[in-house]
């Protein structure tokens, strides 16, 4: 199971930390993604975070910007994402791949607006 949290309405040049907590797997052995969608539009690969901790910004849009970071100890990985943007307004989701299995969260709604 993949539990997000941490969205919400912000002004553009704010900051979120978005949280996704994990359970039902071991969470240190697996990936961890970040995704969006934003209205209207397909759903984006936003950041991905190895195992080990290595981590990669997928979204050329928010490189600079937003950081993947995880704690195996917590079960959970966040996305920080600062200087936010008009644009970055969207659900943002979690997501993992488990023995041929893609599980997703229910998204968190992360609107950025004055």
Same mark, same amino acid.
């Given at each position: 199971?993949?539990? $997000? %949290? ?12 978005? %949280?996704c907590a994990a359970s039902g797997f071991t969470f240190s052995m697996y990936s961890m993604n970040w995704?969006?969608?934003? #209205?209207?539009? $397909?759903?984006?690969?936003v950041a991905r975070i190895m195992s080990a901790g290595g981590s990669t910004i997928r979204a050329d ?21 600062? %200087?936010?943007? #008009? ?11 488990? %023995? ?15």
């Amino acid at each position: 199971q993949l539990v $997000e %949290s941490g969205g919400g309405l912000v002004q553009p040049g704010g900051s979120l930390r978005l %949280s996704c907590a994990a359970s039902g797997f071991t969470f240190s052995m697996y990936s961890m993604n970040w995704y969006r969608q934003a #209205p209207g539009k $397909e759903r984006e690969s936003v950041a991905r975070i190895m195992s080990a901790g290595g981590s990669t910004i997928r979204a050329d849009s928010v490189k600079g910007r937003f950081t993947i970071s995880r704690d195996n100890a917590k079960n959970t990985v966040y996305l920080q994402m600062n %200087s936010l943007k #008009p644009e970055d307004t969207a659900v943002y989701y979690c997501n993992t791949w488990v %023995s041929g299995i893609d599980y997703w969260g229910q998204g968190t709604q992360v609107t950025v607006s004055s």
